[in-house]
């Protein structure tokens, strides 16, 4: 299902809108599910394509692979957190969190989608869902409530060997120390080991989940269900299911609600390169265009939607700032060459 459109250009016409939304008409959805308190099961994280669209962590990190900002959040986090020592760290290349080993697992084998781990967990706060002390957890496509602390979990997992255990480190977290064991798990499979008809079906599952969050009013969430989705997906022979288009668009929303109009204008692109006049990827790029100061290129694209649907009132309203913003700025390029020539 695609999302209705957004405009990020103030906040409060970001919160009309998202209320507006939640009026219209939806497919219908997926019922809510009840979440395990014991056995959970993880999103999809570690795969071929990761580099593709990277993790989805937060509004400045969301998509960070695609920037090239694993660097800088590296560099961050170590800033965050206190000295330790580099023999016995791991750094998460997206910058969440550090790991440091208090017990080195053994083997080269590490938990994959579908393994099945047992672990001893202590010190994750409530909102995780991981209880205290043993547990067992499935990573692949789960039920239980999607954010951030469950991507924590499973890319912490899919780090670690048999028998070993951490102590990990996250910026901003001021509670007791997180320590996870990896007591055992089974083996699993990677996404290019999985059938079309599994990976499709998983996609599937994560974008229903990303519209049900997007509707609750979390889109970094449902951004992140939306990347899943894709990262199955693009590991698909060309020209890959006609899903991606609707999974690039509604990542567009999320990523323009969450402040990031570059990568917003990316996933528009690779819309528009499959359907070039796909409406509300053009007003999506129009919007995205306007905010990255790109005013020419965001007239043309609000146009080209008018041009279809002249009474599309939201590309109207759009290209009405636009078209303010254009006199602003010229007049401010018209005062500037007066004061040098007058």
């Given at each position: 299902m695609e999302l209705p459109p957004v405009n990020p250009t103030r906040e409060e016409d970001a919160s009309q809108s998202q209320q507006q939304w939640e009026k219209n008409s939806w497919d219908n959805l997926d019922p809510p599910t009840q979440f395990p308190t014991e056995t959970l099961e993880l999103g999809v994280s570690q795969d071929p394509a990761r580099q593709i669209l990277g993790n989805l962590q937060g509004p400045e990190k969301l998509v960070a692979g695609l920037e090239g900002d694993s660097d800088k959040s590296h560099e961050s986090t170590k800033a965050t957190l206190g000295p330790l020592q580099s023999s016995d760290l791991w750094y998460c290349p997206d910058g969440s969190f550090i790991k440091k080993i208090i017990v080195r697992g053994h083997g080269l084998d590490k938990p994959k989608l579908g393994s099945h781990c047992r672990v001893l967990a202590f010190g994750f706060p409530f909102e995780s869902g991981l209880p205290e002390g043993p547990a067992e957890l499935t990573v692949g496509v789960g039920s239980w409530k999607e954010d951030t602390w469950r991507e924590l979990i499973e890319k912490c997992l899919e780090s670690m060997c048999q028998g070993e255990a951490i102590e990990l480190q996250v910026p901003g977290h001021s509670g007791p120390p997180i320590k996870l064991t990896l007591d055992s798990f089974t083996q699993g499979r990677d996404s290019w080991e999985l059938e079309t008809s599994e990976k499709e079906a998983l996609a599937m599952e994560e974008r229903a989940r990303g519209t049900e969050l997007f509707r609750a009013g979390n889109p970094e969430g449902a951004a992140r269900c939306y990347g899943r989705a894709l990262r199955l997906l693009l590991t698909l022979p060309p020209p890959g299911p006609p899903e991606r288009t609707a999974l690039h668009a509604n990542l567009a929303a999320c990523q323009l609600l969450?402040?990031?109009?570059?990568?917003?204008?990316?996933?528009?692109?690779?819309?528009?390169?499959?359907?070039?006049?796909?409406?509300?990827?053009?007003?999506?790029?129009?919007?995205?265009?306007?905010?990255?100061g790109n005013l020419e290129k965001a007239t043309a694209d609000l146009k080209k939607v008018l041009a279809v649907d002249p009474q599309n009132r939201a590309a109207q309203e759009e290209l009405g700032k636009v078209v303010i913003l254009e006199k602003k700025r010229d007049a401010g390029l018209a005062q500037g060459l007066r004061k040098m020539f007058g």
């Open positions: 969450l402040g990031q109009p570059q990568l917003a204008v990316q996933s528009c692109d690779r819309v528009l390169e499959r359907e070039p006049d796909h409406l509300k990827a053009l007003y999506r790029r129009g919007v995205a265009q306007a905010a990255l």
